[in-house]
């Protein structure tokens, strides 16, 4: 069983920048991909940026890439979101996942609780 534990999230103003960090535990991390997902009120949750658990792959949405960077700490068992140039439309609950396929989807069934993210304009 995979545990992951999200934060940093918070309220910013349009324009800002967050870093956001997932901690993951229970299973060993460099066995998998990771990546973010994030889930607006009333929409689906979607795929934000992955990377490949040896950090030389990443792989983002067309809505954040320029904006977003995704990276990995093997050795503290993180994968951080920088976060720059947020927009209102970036507000919502940030979770990680283990990530698998192309283009990548959830590996895990269970998430952790998520991190606010709020964009104000």
């Known amino acids: 069983q995979v545990q992951l534990e999200e934060s940093g999230g918070g309220l910013v103003q349009d324009g800002g920048s967050l870093r956001l960090s997932c901690v993951t535990s229970?299973?060993?991390?460099?066995?998998?991909?990771m990546g973010w997902f994030r889930q607006a009120p009333g929409k689906e949750r979607e795929f934000v940026a992955s990377?490949?658990?040896?950090?030389?792959?990443?792989y983002y949405a067309d809505s954040v890439r320029g904006r977003f960077t995704i990276s990995i700490d093997n050795a503290k068992n993180t994968v951080y979101l920088q976060m720059n140039s947020l927009k209102p439309e970036d507000t919502a609950v940030y979770h990680c996942?283990?990530?698998?396929?192309?283009?990548?989807?959830?590996?895990?069934?269970?998430w952790g609780q998520g991190t606010q993210v709020t964009v104000s304009s």
């Open positions: 229970g299973r060993t991390f460099g066995h998998f991909n």
């Open positions: 996942n283990g990530v698998v396929g192309s283009p990548p989807m959830s590996l895990f069934s269970s």
């Open positions: 990377i490949t658990r040896s950090g030389g792959t990443t």
